[in-house]
């Protein structure tokens, strides 16, 4: 089992619409939950960081986080052509040297 | 703030030739980080360097090799390189690095080995 998984898409939604992103992980010392987004041709950049179960909200985003499940989501309200992109999860903890990334989900926000 | 800088941007080599990617860091970082990303294996962690040590390494063969530089500017090397080579290598700095900071990445040099 690999230690993150990530449903690689794509994810097709209309304008307007709610969209979900999820991660499953499979070691519970992971500690921190990071959301990256990716656009085509460009690097990584960090989009949301949470350390704790629970949820954290920006803007149109919602990072939730569910240990007991090793279950991480991201949430996106209203989504925009905009947001078209790779969203890649990250994880790290103690014992992990590095963080661990899911292989990406690509998102298609339709006008 | 200026970003993270990588060059080249682009590049073609054919097999069993080397290559050298460059990475200037953010001002003050001093962790760089180079990963590999591939559609198929997504983003894999190369090597980590902190004040010009190796700190961490990833799951590669040695002719994937790197250094840093005293003032943080970072450098990777690929011998021999073979077609599976062919990939967006990232860069990425942090100030403290490891596996809790914020990882600022650059836009990449992607390497095609024909």
């Known amino acids: 089992q690999k230690e993150v998984e990530q449903d690689p898409g794509p994810l097709s939604v209309p304008e307007g619409a709610i969209v979900s992103l999820n991660c499953t992980y499979s070691?519970?010392?992971?500690?921190?939950f990071m959301w990256y987004r990716q656009y085509s041709r460009k690097g990584p950049e960090l989009l949301m960081y949470?350390?704790?179960?629970g949820n954290k909200e920006d803007g149109r985003f919602t990072a939730q986080v569910d240990k007991s499940s090793k279950y991480i989501s991201l949430f996106i309200r209203d989504s925009q052509p905009s947001d078209s992109a790779t969203y890649l999860c990250?994880?790290?903890?103690?014992?992990?040297?590095?963080?661990?990334f899911g292989k990406g989900t690509m998102l298609l926000v339709s006008p | 703030k200026a970003g993270v800088t990588q060059t080249p941007r682009y590049l073609i080599k054919t097999r069993g030739q080397q290559v050298t990617l460059s990475c200037s860091p953010i001002?003050?970082?001093?962790?760089v980080s180079w990963y590999q990303q591939t559609p198929g294996q997504g983003l894999q962690f190369l090597f980590e360097?902190?004040?010009?040590?190796?700190?961490n390494k990833g799951n590669f063969p040695g002719r994937f090799s790197g250094r840093q530089f005293s003032n943080s500017r970072s450098e990777m090397n690929v011998s021999t390189l073979e077609l599976g080579d062919s990939a967006l290598y990232l860069c990425?700095?942090?100030?403290?690095?490891?596996?809790?900071?914020?990882?600022?990445f650059g836009e990449g040099s992607r390497l095609t080995v024909l």
């Open positions: 990425a700095s942090s100030i403290q690095g490891g596996n809790t900071g914020e990882l600022f």
């Open positions: 070691n519970s010392a992971f500690q921190y």
């Open positions: 949470t350390y704790s179960s």
């Open positions: 990250a994880i790290g903890g103690s014992g992990y040297s590095t963080l661990t």
């Open positions: 001002s003050g970082h001093r962790s």
């Open positions: 360097y902190f004040s010009e040590t190796q700190r």
